[in-house]
């Protein structure tokens, strides 16, 4: 069983920038890949990033890739997604995921424990 706990989301101007955090409880965390997925009200929930368990790899949106950066720490037991200028349509509940087989690709459907998210508001 892999917790997640999903970090600083919050109200942002356009423009502006965030660092979403999302810590896990188990010791191997560097076995799993992990992704941010995002869900805007009434829409799915999406993929945004992904990076492979020893940080070797990562996979980002087209749409994003040139705007937020995902890392980890493995020592912290922590993933990040560095997001910047941010824009209203970037608004929707961030998710973090773990990928046990660490494939660290897009389907949702890879990714078997999630954290319960942490809100990203942004004003224009």
């Known amino acids: 069983q892999v917790q997640l706990v999903e970090s600083g989301g919050g109200l942002v101007q356009a423009g502006g920038s965030l660092t979403l955090s999302c810590a896990a409880s188990?010791?191997?965390?560097?076995?799993?890949?992990m992704g941010w997925f995002r869900q805007a009200p009434d829409m799915g929930r999406e993929f945004v990033a992904a990076i492979t368990g020893n940080g070797g790899t990562t996979y980002s949106s087209a749409s994003e890739k040139r705007r937020f950066t995902i890392s980890r720490d493995n020592a912290k037991n922590t993933v990040y997604l560095q997001t910047n200028s941010l824009k209203p349509e970037d608004a929707a509940v961030y998710y973090c995921?773990?990928?046990?087989?660490?494939?660290?690709?897009?389907?949702?459907?890879?990714?078997?424990?999630w954290g319960q998210g942490t809100q990203v508001t942004v004003s224009s």
């Open positions: 995921a773990a990928d046990t087989l660490n494939m660290g690709t897009p389907p949702l459907s890879r990714y078997n424990y």
């Open positions: 188990r010791r191997t965390f560097d076995n799993y890949a």
